[in-house]
């Protein structure tokens, strides 16, 4: 049996993932956060949620500081925090002044001492018209870009009105913000609907390229320039139909989306210059909502159909996706909301994970507590995750307790599980952990199989059986009531066996 723990205790390197290190960094009223990590010291973490809330962290996002952020150009939710190449972190944010008018202008605010304190700030876009739904981004040089909606009149029903994507950049840190430039060729309307154009997170080139997709009433599609800003495509390119449109409903949410995400692995791997399209949208059914990735290898003339990034086959939904690329090895991070597990409107959070270029995802869990939303309550439009050198730092917002909360979980890259047929199919999960009432083991079987669940003490003695049965082809969901158990207080570990072979193996604590 020393040999049998052995080969488990060394498994759990590889096979474990930190879920249980989930920190609640804001509970109360807060939607819709950033998170971002130096680009020079990993320890320092930064954060922010609507309306005017921001966090930094200097231990690597275990403990968190909250403050509030001002600005005399008003601060009004939409949040996007980056850093330039240096450590100096750009906060950029939409605008309600007390000598202006609402959503008039887009607001960037500058922290030299990693997130704990921040200027008045700068903007973009004053021209009596609404700003929305800005995203930045930063190039190797410094140069901050920005791309955001405009709205004639947010909410208009009128025919005339319109909403572009436009464009600014800044050249001297932040100090001072280009004319805007609108770059899209067909307008939207005013609706906020999906006929809107919305959707706009720029991404930089290896060599200072400028790349942004929106979606809107010709689909998702894509823009491009090649000289910092100045000059941009006559005809935007068609990425993909987006079936159902990009505003779509969630049972339980009061709206959802599914805009894309842009982004471009700058990394010296395999897949350096290519560049990435994540959104979500109901294609496969109204009751179905997924994941997907689109890419182009040639500086997005063309596009690959798209791909989904969920790897069940569950038919349940899976929305408000964002995506980040680990520019140290290409390597794609997602983060997104879940319900595969459940018939209600029960709601996980996962992260996926590819390692060859969007061809293959592996999904993990990462929330330690699920919950159901209430309809009643604002749940947010996005999430975001940050990635550094294998620093993986997920957030997004539940409502857990019936409040709003912002949540992270620190995950190390090499505790992500490794993709693999075994990975993929099968998955042991305790929450929280230490446990209280109950776990849950989900895995997949491609014919008939001798299944075997049980539990051994770190002597390696088993002390439950909880499962052995011939099981057909499928995916079943095993949950185990560990407070019938009567386990003393102590170390455990949970086996799943597949015809003999252990599939997973993880430790925990009752």
């Known amino acids: 049996m020393l040999m049998k723990l052995n080969y488990f205790l060394a498994t759990f390197a590889t096979m474990l993932f930190s879920a249980q290190q989930n920190v609640v960094i804001h509970s109360g009223t807060p939607t819709e956060p950033t998170i971002a990590v130096h680009p020079n010291n990993p320890n320092i973490v930064v954060a922010a949620a609507n309306i005017n809330n921001y966090y930094y962290s200097t231990n690597g996002g275990l403990n968190w500081t909250r403050k509030t952020l001002s600005s005399t150009f008003g601060v009004w939710g939409d949040p996007v925090m980056v850093f330039d190449n240096t450590g100096n972190l750009f906060f950029g944010h939409l ?103 919305e959707g706009a997170v720029p991404a930089i080139g290896p060599n200072n390229e400028i790349y942004v997709s929106w979606a809107g009433p010709a689909g998702l599609v894509f823009d491009r320039s090649f000289d910092g800003g100045n000059t941009w495509l006559t005809n935007d390119i068609k990425i993909a139909d987006i079936p159902g449109g990009w505003d779509f409903m969630i049972p339980g949410l009061d709206r959802s989306n599914g805009l894309p995400i842009t982004a471009c692995d700058i990394s010296n791997g395999p897949n350096r210059g290519t560049i990435y399209v994540n959104w979500s949208d109901q294609r496969n059914g109204t009751d179905n909502t997924d994941v997907f990735l689109s890419k182009s290898t040639d500086g997005g003339n063309t596009w690959t159909s798209p791909v989904k990034v969920n790897n069940d ?79 993986v730092r997920p957030i997004w917002g539940d ?45 997949k ?55 003999g072979t252990t599939k997973k193996s993880v430790k925990f604590i009752k």
């Open 95 to 197: 605008s309600n002044p007390s000598s202006g008018s609402w959503l008039d202008r887009i607001v960037v605010q500058k922290s030299a001492d990693g997130g704990v304190s921040y200027n008045n700030g700068s903007f973009a876009g004053l021209n009596g018209k609404q700003h929305d739904k800005q995203w930045l981004a930063v190039d190797s040089n410094n140069n901050l870009y920005m791309t955001w909606t405009q709205f004639d009149s947010y909410g208009s029903t009128n025919p005339n009105d319109k909403t572009a994507i436009l464009f600014s950049k800044s050249v001297d840190g932040g100090n001072s913000w280009s004319n805007a430039l609108k770059i899209n060729q067909i307008d939207g309307d005013c609706v906020d609907e999906d006929n809107t154009v």
């Open 313 to 391: 086959n569950s038919g349940k939904h899976q929305f408000l996706t964002w995506m980040t690329i680990d520019h140290t090895n290409g390597n794609l991070y997602f983060v997104f909301y879940d319900r595969r597990s459940y018939t209600d409107s029960r709601t996980d959070v996962y992260i996926a994970k590819s390692t060859d270029g969007g061809q293959s995802f592996v999904n993990m869990k990462v929330n330690q507590t699920t919950f159901t939303p209430n309809a009643g309550i604002f749940f947010g439009d996005y999430t975001n995750i940050a990635v550094r050198n294998g620093v």
């Open 399 to 443: 409502q857990v307790g019936g409040a709003s909360r912002i949540v992270t979980a620190n995950i190390n890259d090499n505790e992500i599980l490794q993709t693999s047929e075994d990975s993929s199919d099968h998955n042991i999960s305790f929450y929280p952990n230490p446990v209280v009432n109950e776990a849950y083991i989900s895995y």
């Open 445 to 499: 079987l491609h014919s008939l199989s001798q299944v075997e669940i049980n539990i051994y003490d770190m002597s390696g003695k088993m002390v439950h059986q909880i499962l052995k049965e011939k099981q057909t082809y499928g995916k079943y969901i095993q949950k185990i009531e560990v407070d019938l158990l009567k386990l003393k207080k102590g170390n455990y570990v949970c086996e799943l066996k597949v015809d």
